[in-house]
């Protein structure tokens, strides 16, 4: 069975700071996406993650993959307010069929 | 383009009865996938549909049902809803079978009392 863990589940950080939100998932997959949810809201997809080395940025965010150690990260870079929010990992196991990681809620402090 | 769309948004209902939810997938999308959202369990894959077939189910029991339409539109049934079936329900749609983003909705937020 597929299992998506993500660390920290829970990140308080202030601006202007860089951290890293890790996600480890336990068989082979080439397909990795990372999603953004605001509170009450849908989830917003960030990054599509599809060959081993993928490495892909959007603003202050950027995510990677390293398919052998079966591990993705999603670096924020300065951090700003309007990036809290609970981010997301998930892993395609086929057909459309996402796993998800239990998501890290983030909150950027003034 | 417009995005997914669910209706609808918010139900309250009873233990015992039963809810069908509506998904319809942006124009041209055939593939919808449907999942739940519990602070406890996460978000859970439930089934996934393409030009009205059921491809993938998750372990779900089979109170809950779905289906898709010759439009793509999907909708979900969960009959005999015990309280923990509270969720938001999501739906998210993709243009095929092939490796892709999915594009979800904005959700169905159901409480059983």
């Known amino acids: 069975e597929l299992k998506v863990e993500q660390n920290p589940l829970f990140l308080s950080m202030q601006e202007g700071k860089n951290y890293t939100i890790y996600c480890n998932y336990s068989?082979?997959?080439?397909?990795l996406y990372w999603y953004r949810q605001d509170p009450g809201k849908s989830l917003e997809s960030l990054f599509v993650?599809?060959?081993?080395?993928a490495v892909k940025q959007e603003g202050r965010l950027m995510a990677s993959l390293d398919t052998k150690a079966r591990l993705s990260t999603l670096h924020i870079t300065a951090a700003v307010h309007d990036l809290s929010a609970t981010y997301f990992c998930?892993?395609?196991?086929?057909?459309?069929?996402?796993?998800f990681g239990q998501g890290t809620r983030l909150t950027i402090n003034p | 383009k417009a995005g997914v769309t669910q209706t609808p948004r918010y139900l309250i209902k009873t233990r015992g009865q039963q809810v069908t939810l509506s998904c319809s997938p942006i124009?041209?999308?055939?593939?919808v996938s449907w999942y739940q959202q519990t602070p406890g369990q996460g978000l859970q894959f439930l089934f996934e549909?393409?030009?009205?077939?059921?491809?993938n189910k998750g372990n779900f029991p089979g109170r809950f049902s779905g289906r898709q339409f010759s439009n793509s539109r999907s909708e979900m049934n969960v009959s005999t809803l015990e309280l923990g079936d509270s969720a938001l329900y999501l739906c998210?749609?993709?243009?095929?079978?092939?490796?892709?983003?999915?594009?979800f909705g904005p959700g169905t937020r159901l409480l059983v009392l």
């Open positions: 998210a749609s993709s243009w095929s079978t092939v490796v892709e983003t999915q594009y």
């Open positions: 068989t082979t997959s080439d397909r």
């Open positions: 993650l599809l060959s081993n080395g």
């Open positions: 998930a892993v395609d196991r086929g057909a459309q069929k996402l796993v």
């Open positions: 124009s041209g999308h055939r593939s």
């Open positions: 549909y393409f030009s009205e077939t059921q491809r």
